[in-house]
């Protein structure tokens, strides 16, 4: 009998070694894309934000931002001539976003290619449910 975690395990480094090479090219990683998508899809948010959403670790996640700011991608938010501790994505974030997310999706896309419209759907009902179960908001 296979056992589920060991399934799941190989499944998912599959998949995130996938994606790693995709973002490979532009110097990124999985962990990073994680920062581009929250942000992405939230518009700010503070560091804590993004770590708590992921279950991240405080320190590497501050590490994650420092380096997208580095190259550029992400920036603090600046009000009243102060710069708050409040993240949104550069222009060049932001554009960079719109080029690998449409390579990501394509990867997204392939692997689900196997499942039906209704599988896929009973697929994300499953994932919410074992979301709920581990406590994940």
Known sequence: MKLFFQEYARVYRQIINDVNRILKPYGLTSVLWRIFLY?????????????????????????????????????????????KKILKLTESGHNLFEEINVKIREHEKNVLSIFSDKEKGQLMEMIERLRGKTGIK
């Open 39 to 83: 942000l992405e899809k939230n518009g700010t948010a503070k560091a804590s934000h993004i770590y708590e959403y992921y279950s991240m670790d405080k320190g590497m996640t501050s590490r994650y931002i420092a380096k997208l700011r580095g190259f550029g991608y992400v920036e603090y938010i600046e009000h009243n001539g102060k710069i």
